[in-house]
């Protein structure tokens, strides 16, 4: 590799790591506003740190639930120094610092803003729950893309399962937020927060799931038919998209069949099935929701190195 070829590389990942981290402020933004605009102030509890630092902000009015939340987070972080590394500890740090101090201060912003009068933009547990669901959704979703993770509970559930085998990470951290939420209950004497904290993780995790994979998802169409090619070159002269041909057979009658294989975006679903009807009518078809398609007339081959990379911080985040 030639010196230019190192100094553009070296440029480009210069500015691959900065833009990360202004899309990480930007998730603590969205994160820290979920906490401080309709969470805490409706006192409820969605589990992790965050929810933690409710019930001990609940508890003693003075503490600010973002500093509780750093302090809660630096004995995580020292403890899976030894598990996860410097370098992903520092970056955790680095996200867990900046998401407590925006939380705090959107908080302190939204008091000034209101004059000094602490009220919460809803009062309404559901709308609460909802809208705080949607900006930790995004700001979940975020921290995924970009590689940053905020620690909690999560790193948690990691460092534990490492300690007792017989357990996996996700029976840890559902434990681990149950006991969170149940406490919550308890601190509020209001046992509706159990249902607002499940309105807030269904939606935060939808919501994240459209920041990481977007809402263009795809259908993978699996066509069982005994006019294979007919319905093949239908498709192909009707369709911009690819249709792949293998052979099976069917086990209760020993038949053999064509099986055609094809992706198709949402919108041209009711086109492929009139298709399909107009040459076989006895087609069996098998419609699945398909996360990922790479390839011609979907996201290009190129884009899935960092993509599979995406997506294996996820686990990790």
């Not at 979907?298 to 599979?308: D, R, T, V």
Request: charged share 20%.
């Amino acid at each position: 590799m030639s010196t230019l070829e190192k100094k553009r590389l070296s440029k480009a990942d210069v500015l691959k790591e900065v833009k990360g981290y202004i899309f990480m402020v930007l998730g603590c933004i969205a994160y820290g506003a979920s906490t401080s605009l309709f969470l805490a102030p409706n006192s409820i509890v969605a589990g992790g740190v965050t929810g933690l630092a409710v019930i001990i902000n609940i508890l003693v009015d003075k503490l600010p639930i973002g500093i509780i939340s750093i302090v809660i987070n630096l004995p995580i972080l020292i403890f899976g120094i030894r598990y996860q590394g410097w370098k992903f500890i520092i970056r955790c740090l680095i996200t867990i610092v900046t998401l407590g101090l925006v939380t705090d201060l959107i908080q302190y912003l939204n008091i000034y803003i209101r004059q000094g009068v602490d009220l919460p933009l809803t009062d309404d547990g559901v709308l609460a729950a909802l809208y705080g669901g949607v900006c930790q959704g995004i700001g979940i979703g975020l921290f995924v893309r970009f590689q940053f993770s905020s620690g909690g509970t999560e790193l948690l559930a990691r460092l534990i399962s490492r300690l007792v085998k017989v357990i996996n990470i996700p029976v840890i951290l559902g434990i681990l937020d149950g006991i969170i939420v149940i406490a919550g209950a308890f601190v509020t004497k209001n046992p509706q927060n159990m249902l607002y904290a499940l309105i807030v993780v269904f939606v935060s995790t939808k919501v994240s799931e459209i920041v990481l994979v977007g809402v263009d998802k795809s259908k993978l169409c699996i066509i069982i038919t005994d006019k294979g090619e007919e319905l093949s070159k239908t498709l192909i002269e009707n369709s911009p998209r690819g249709v792949t041909m293998l052979e099976g057979e069917g086990m209760y009658t020993h038949k053999e069949h064509n099986v055609l294989l094809t992706c198709v975006k949402n919108n041209q679903l009711p086109k492929l099935k009139q298709l399909v009807s107009s040459v076989d009518e006895k087609a069996f078809i098998i419609i699945n929701d398909s996360v990922e398609v790479r390839g011609q007339g979907f996201q290009a081959l190129k884009e899935a190195e960092s993509e599979i990379q995406k997506r294996k911080n996820s686990k990790k985040v």
